[in-house]
């Protein structure tokens, strides 16, 4: 089974996807599924922005804005068929 979740979810909804990973699983929901961490110690995020310590980096639903048109497009053309050939493969959250 392949499983999708959309960052956008995954950023505001952690708990709530995260629950639903738990529950496809079949593992017991813990806390420390809220977190970004690696053997259960929690990470920073190997970003260039500046960032917080630990935990989810919302502001990062944003940085598109920060593209112009041009490149949004770029970006769309280059993977819109791969995006659409993902989505019919896979099971969405």
Not at 9 to 20: G, I, Q
Not at 77 to 84: H, N, P
Request: with cysteine.
């Amino acid at each position: 089974m392949r499983l999708i979740i959309h960052f956008e979810d995954l950023t505001r909804n952690t708990e709530a996807v995260m629950s639903c990973v738990a529950e496809l699983l079949g593992i017991i929901f813990d806390d420390i599924l809220l977190i970004p961490t690696f053997n259960k110690i929690p990470i920073r995020a190997n970003t260039s922005f500046e960032a917080p310590p630990h935990g989810i980096i919302s502001s990062t639903l944003d940085r598109y804005k920060t593209l112009s048109a041009q490149e949004l497009e770029t970006i769309r053309r280059m993977t819109d068929a791969l995006y659409r050939e993902v989505l019919e493969r896979a099971v969405c959250l």
